[in-house]
T-cell receptor, first 111, second 113 residues
Framework: EAGVAQSPRYKIIEKRQSVAFWCNPISGHATLYWYQQILGQGPKLLIQFQNNGVVDDSQLPKDRFSAERLKGVDSTLKIQPAKLEDSAVYLC?????????FGQGTRLTVV | AQSVTQPDIHITVSEGASLELRCNYSYGATPYLFWYVQSPGQGLQLLLKYFSGDTLVQGIKGFEAEFKRSQSSFNLRKPSVHWSDAAEYFCAVDNQAGTALIFGKGTTLSVSS
């Protein structure tokens, strides 16, 4: 069974630029999450989707971050404009029941 | 609000020695409990989980964890550590209400020879 796929693996951008991350969850998983993991900390939820609807986006900085999950399958997370403090690993996870499975993440560096 | 505490930021264990990583949670009822491992540059891999029933759960790679309701703890153990176990370990809770996992800050495990 294929796991959660994310791209790109690494991205370096200048502050005020925009960036987008892509995630393809495990086939059949209705729930998809985006987490932000800052160096030295645990992952923090940004947004949770159930199929193509948003369940929780309370911690998403909506002035600069946006996410969508068209057709309830793959998802994109966008940052525009990026700030230095957005440097982190962005993890996508999916769940078909009680356990969440994670992709390898995208490491974003904002300079 | 729910929270997860991993008191140890960094632990060093000799290869072949036993390991225990601590995890305490704050939640009114019994949540679902998880341990994940993250190797450098990798995503999180699920080691084991507790939902209900037997309080001692077995996971992959020889790990086990014990749920103690009275102590609100879910400590991870391994009887004999291998050099390949060096990684960061995260404890996480789920309040069973369909919301996302809440993670602790993690414990970095170093293995010395």
């Amino acid at each position: 069974e294929a796991g959660v796929a994310q791209s790109p693996r690494y991205k370096i951008i200048e502050k005020r630029q925009s960036v987008a991350f892509w995630c393809n969850p495990i086939s059949g998983h209705a729930t998809l999450y985006w987490y932000q993991q800052i160096l030295g900390q645990g992952p923090k939820l940004l947004i949770q989707f159930q199929n193509n609807g948003v369940v929780d986006d309370s911690q998403l900085p909506k002035d600069r971050f946006s996410a969508e999950r068209l057709k309830g399958v793959d998802s994109t997370l966008k940052i525009q404009p990026a700030k230095l403090e957005d440097s982190a690993v962005y993890l996508c996870a999916s769940s078909g029941g009680r356990s969440a499975f994670f992709g390898q993440g995208t490491r974003l560096t904002v300079v | 609000a729910q929270s997860v505490t991993q008191p140890d930021i960094h632990i060093t264990v000799s290869e072949g020695a036993s390991l225990e990583l601590r995890c305490n949670y704050s939640y009114g009822a019994t949540p679902y409990l998880f341990w994940y491992v993250q190797s450098p540059g990798q995503g999180l891999q699920l080691l084991l989980k507790y939902f209900s029933g037997d309080t001692l759960v077995q996971g992959i790679k020889g790990f086990e964890a014990e749920f103690k309701r009275s102590q609100s703890s879910f400590n991870l153990r391994k009887p004999s550590v291998h050099w390949s176990d060096a990684a960061e370990y995260f404890c996480a809770v789920d309040n069973q209400a369909g919301t996302a996992l809440i993670f602790g800050k993690g414990t970095t495990l170093s293995v010395s020879s």
